[in-house]
């Protein structure tokens, strides 16, 4: 990848996020790409999988890129939470998807390498099969009660996640009505559990336009920066 057209994109997306977090999803590229938007300023990069993660993030350690904050984007696997929390500057996973899981993740705490974790937790707004995610906003209520119901914990209750439809024929106004439900599930549970600043993770290359103007505090943007 040419810096200078990296540096063009990440310019073009960072214009428009008005303070919402740009997390570039780097799982498309080989890690010599990463460590160019690193050295551009990029600090936020997502992964889906648990292999692809640890080795970059291992990289990234091994050349002392310090200040990068790795972000966990993708369906997770309980046998692979152990590998993924142990992660040299893993900051948050986006994907929580089952109470099952969020068990799994709090059974390892320990495991994690910095001071706190933050967790998002995904929910299925456009009911895609294929799609991972809590199905309702009552079961992440239940699974918000059982990390809140740890006294001691570094795990952080930090947000919502979720992905707008992928098949819909008007993609735009499928992703919008995704996007006002998660905002709709974020607005209840903070109320609900007195979290003001829970934050809201949603939008991709081809829709995180829409996502910031229905209030996104994180958008996770791979194609639209790194595909060739
Ligand atoms: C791949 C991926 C993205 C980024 O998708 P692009 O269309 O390449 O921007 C965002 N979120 C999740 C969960 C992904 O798996």
Known sequence: MNKNELEERLNLVKNDLNGAVLVAVSKYSPVEDVAMAYSLGQLDFGENRVSELTAKAGSFQFNQRQNVRWHFIGTLQTNKVKELLKTPNLWAIHSVSSKKLLEEIIRRESEITEPELNL?????????????????????????????????????????????????????????????????????????????NLKLSMGMSQDYKIALEEGADFIRVGSLLFKE
Not at 140 to 151: C, D, P, V, Y
Not at 163 to 191: P, Q
Request: hydrophobic residues 40%; glycine residues 4%.
């Open 120 to 196: 998002f937790f995904q929910l299925n707004t456009s009911r895609e099969e294929e799609k991972s995610g809590f199905d309702t906003v009552a079961e992440i209520a239940e699974a918000i009660e059982l990390l809140l119901a740890k006294k001691k914990s570094n795990l952080v209750c930090y947000g919502l996640m979720t992905m707008g439809s992928i098949r819909e024929e008007n993609f735009e106004e499928a992703a919008r009505k995704s996007f006002k439900e998660l905002k709709v599930a974020r607005d209840y549970l903070a109320e609900r559990f007195s979290l003001p």
